[in-house]
């Protein structure tokens, strides 16, 4: 396993546009109230940086292996449902949804299916069940199935990325981690989204959306460049 101080010294410098843009965005905190082209900038800026995180590995890396394809694709179709949700309050909220769904089949498919871990599926199946009945009496229209879809959706893209950090037989890596610990912060930035605006308003809810939902989509960029950093630490060993 590379260690955590190999994984800082090789990838901290490659993410340090992500954070600035990060604080960027939280410096300027643009009113919600009055969405234009330059708030959504602002916000997919954090993302556009993590597209560039993937591509400073070289497009050989990427050519390699297709989970970071996967990966970076699935930032792209964020960066789009980002945009969306600037304008969800002029009808845009389901395009968003639908290209926040794509993310999650395309970083469910990165993940794989190997290993299966049922008994992880089964308390997702569980969370999520449990996540639809506190959302549906509050849903109406489209939104009473478009939910339940989006929902089983995020829950599957999480089952893959938990279930591959096997911490009791040793079977794991910093990437598996940082895997799983992104799907979960972005299952809690959508589920506090959908809570503040099917259920009732949660407080500070934009802060806990935002810094979650960034968090877990660097997360989830480092877990995809594993297999560079694996054939870096073979290199110092031999």
């Known amino acids: 396993m590379v260690s955590p101080v190999t994984v800082v010294k ?22 919600t109230s009055s969405p234009s082209w330059f708030s959504a900038l602002i916000k997919c800026l954090p993302i556009f940086c993590l597209w560039v995180f993937l591509l400073a590995h070289g497009f050989s890396f990427l050519g390699a292996h297709s989970s970071a394809r996967k990966i970076l694709a699935g930032l792209i179709f964020s960066a789009l449902g980002d945009a969306f949700l600037i304008w969800q ?17 395309l970083y469910s498919s990165a993940f794989g299916m190997k290993p299966l871990n049922m008994r992880a599926g089964l ?3 569980g969370v999520s069940s449990l996540s639809y009945l506190l959302l549906y009496p509050y849903l109406s229209g489209p939104f009473t199935y478009l939910v339940a879809v989006y929902i089983g959706l995020i829950g599957f893209m999480g089952w893959r990325a938990i279930a591959g950090l096997q911490l009791a037989n040793d079977l794991w890596t910093w990437t598996k981690l940082s895997a799983c610990l992104g799907a979960v912060l972005f299952m809690v930035s959508d589920l506090t989204i959908a809570v503040n605006k099917f259920c009732f308003p949660v407080p500070h809810s934009r802060a806990i ?10 997360l989830i960029a480092l877990s995809a460049v594993e297999c560079q950093d694996v054939e870096v630490a ?4 031999t």
Do not use: D, N
């Open 234 to 237: 073979r290199k110092k060993r």
């Open 123 to 125: 308390v997702i199946a």
């Open 89 to 105: 309050e002029q009808g845009y909220f389901v395009h968003g949804l639908l290209m926040f769904a794509i993310t999650h089949i």
């Open 10 to 31: 090789s990838e901290g410098p490659k993410l340090v546009p992500f954070f600035k843009a990060t604080c960027v965005y939280f410096v300027l905190w643009l009113p």
């Open 209 to 218: 959306i935002m810094a979650t939902y960034y968090a877990a989509q660097m």
